[in-house]
């Protein structure tokens, strides 16, 4: 049984629950499954710079999570492997960029971003999370409280031609999981969650060294989240919308017709 495609047919937001559920059951395909499947990321903060920052499998080192302010693994381990001088100078100007990013476009949330190296270039993960909820807002159910939830995980390969070169081949995979709901009196218990997967490639000019690298790879994640924000706001809600809309206009012509 193929068991990450299950995964993605049950509610985003169980997720983890049921990842929890068949590792215990099937303890042999932990490790495959923390790699392969999507979960909504966790919060962590940092002592040392008293700082949030996001846990994934990519800066995972058995129970133990590097910070990206610090390149602390917590909690500490021992001959815990890091990046390269050249690689940790990339990931911290990552991070400045996607804490602006972040700011910018998500007006708060959390961001985190990891490189590790390659033999012909190096990948690395850029992580963003926003939770939002709200209790009484709702002028006909002061009980009803909404809640959202953005994540987005966004995992590249970058391919460097040589010492010299001034082109790169950048492969981007981006998954977003979202979740929306509302729970009240009147309303009940309503969710709409789930997640997407789109995948780009492209070979971009490096200019100006490594933070060359760090500007493509900005381009691209904020790209890649703009074309997705588009699709879920004008097919997936517009999809929604419509559904909605034409099952109300049957339930009002039901009820005309049998009154």
């Not at 499954?33 to 909504?40: F, G, I, K, N, R």
């Not at 990046?83 to 602006?100: A, F, Q, T």
């Not at 994540?151 to 998954?175: N, Q």
Request: net charge negative; aromatic share 8%; with cysteine.
């Amino acid at each position: 049984m193929n068991y990450r495609d299950l995964l993605r047919r049950l509610p985003p937001t169980r997720t983890v629950t049921h990842l929890k559920s068949i590792t215990t059951l099937i303890p042999a395909h932990e490790e495959a499954l923390l790699a392969s499947v999507d979960t909504p990321l966790t919060i962590a903060r940092d002592p040392k710079n008293n700082r949030e920052y996001l846990l994934c499998d990519y800066n995972r080192d058995g129970d133990s999570y590097r910070s990206p302010w610090s390149n602390t693994f917590y909690p500490p381990i021992e001959d815990a492997e890091i990046p390269s001088e050249r690689i940790r100078k990339m990931e911290i100007k990552l991070n400045d960029g996607v804490d602006v990013y972040r700011e910018l476009y998500f007006d708060g949330g959390v961001g985190s971003a990891y490189l590790w190296e390659l033999e012909d270039g190096f990948a690395g993960v850029v992580l963003l999370k926003k939770d939002k909820k709200s209790n009484g807002t709702s002028k006909v159910d002061e009980t009803e409280e909404t809640r959202g939830g953005w994540d987005s995980i966004h995992v590249l390969e970058v391919v460097e031609r040589g010492p010299g070169s001034r082109v790169a081949r950048y492969k981007l995979t981006s998954t977003v999981i979202l979740e929306l709901g509302v729970k009240g009196q009147k309303v009940g218990d309503v969710e709409l969650s789930g997640n997407m997967t789109r995948q780009t490639e492209q070979e971009l000019n490096v200019e100006g060294g490594d933070d060359g690298h760090v500007i493509n790879i900005g381009k691209l994640v904020e790209d890649m989240e703009s074309s997705m924000r588009s699709l879920l706001q004008e097919v997936y809600f517009g999809k929604a919308k419509d559904i909605v809309g034409e099952l109300r206009s049957k339930f009002f012509t039901f009820i005309v017709y049998t009154c």
